[in-house]
């Protein structure tokens, strides 16, 4: 039995959320080999191999690898995936985009955000915003299964030795080219590796109230910026900035949440935060129930008060 973690990398590094899937294999029994499928991507293949716990790393190298289109990366896997019992992705948009057609292709039913590996065919992973946990058994020769990674702690990025093998990349789709992408460039740590988060919600009132009042405390903390649908729907902040179901699921060691009420969908992005803390002047406010501190004031007062104390 034998696992293929699909690699998350910019083609010299490997991404965390790649350390965090690997944790997930190791737990599904047997070896864990990597596969990195990328242009010029030796530095990120030479990377995966440091991962402990890492047994293999299967290198393809082609330019229709370089940027990871879906139709090329899931040929790529299913070139291999009859070498291997289980194949793991991160539940990011890259692993989102491949998994669904890897599994369509292997004619086998996805495990969608598991949480916990409980076996090599049964696994957990949230329901309904998070409200309930289904305990999924799969019977698929080949299991296909994207991965929470706030739901496993990241395998240590070096200390392993695993051998690198070159493999041929398969030919390059012919539908689909790379025609090119804008990347926002950030001042401040990536919101989904962050590991400290301040979060706004719509009692901010405003835009110029997000850089007015949090960023003052962000700057303090080296932390990044986030916000509730709420406050985004309300153009209170741009959209990805948004923590919860329908944005971003984080996972920081602290989390400040300020005017943020706590409806279910946020709190299913954020609620495994190591230490949250909360900031609202409604005392029945939901966020309170999650929150390992809470404070209730008023966050106009309350934070400039918090930066001033820093």
Known sequence: MTAL?????????IKGATLNTVTAAVACGGEVHVLVAGANASGAAQAAAK???VAKVLHADAPGLEHGLAENVAAQVLAVAKNYSHILFPATA???NVAPRVAALLDVAQISDATQVVSA????RPIYAGNAIATVQSGDVIKVI????????PAAAGGGSAAVESLAAVPAAAGASYLGNEIAKLDRPELTAA???VSGGRALGAADKFNEVLSPLADKLGAALGASRA???AGYAPNDWQVGQTGKIVAPQLYIACGISGAIQHLAGMKDSKVIVAINKDPEAPIFSVADYGLEADLFTAVPELVSKL
């Open 5 to 13: 973690v699909i690699a998350e990398h910019d083609n010299a590094s």
């Open 195 to 197: 590991k400290v988060i």
């Open 51 to 53: 991962i402990a716990g």
């Open 231 to 233: 406050a985004v729907d």
């Open 121 to 124: 065919d049964t696994f957990e």
């Open 146 to 153: 994207t991965v929470r990674t706030t739901g496993f702690d």
């Open 94 to 96: 890259g692993g989102k």
